[in-house]
Nanobody, 119 residues
């Protein structure tokens, strides 16, 4: 089990930046991957970015080149640096952790943090 708590959301103008942080309740070293998802009103939840235990990253096409995901195993945190934000980035952002135990996959989710991009 791991609890995830997001922070850093808020209101920002188009073109601005925000940094989201996800704090885990225990060591994240053993977690296979961590990521950020988002869900806009009326839309399905979508993967924004992920990072594996080995440090490999993956980004959705819509954020590639603008967002950067990073993990700090010593602090048990995962961050999402978001630059050049547009109104289309407005959504609730959720932190996710994936842990495989034997062949069973376990997903853990934070409660979400609102990001609103508006002038």
């Amino acid at each position: 089990q791991v609890q995830l708590v997001e922070s850093g959301g808020g209101l920002v103008q188009p073109g601005g930046s925000l940094r989201l942080s996800c704090a885990a309740s225990r060591s994240i070293y053993s977690l296979n991957a961590m990521g950020w998802y988002r869900q806009a009103p009326g839309k399905q939840r979508e993967l924004v970015a992920s990072i594996t235990r080995g440090g490999s990253t993956n980004y959705s096409d819509s954020v590639k080149g603008r967002f950067t995901i990073s993990r700090d195993n010593a602090k048990n945190t995962v961050a999402l640096q978001m630059n050049s934000l547009t109104p289309e980035d407005t959504a609730v952002y959720y932190c996710n952790a994936i842990h495989y135990i034997n062949y069973d996959r376990y997903d853990y989710w934070g409660q979400g943090t609102q990001v609103t991009v508006s002038s």
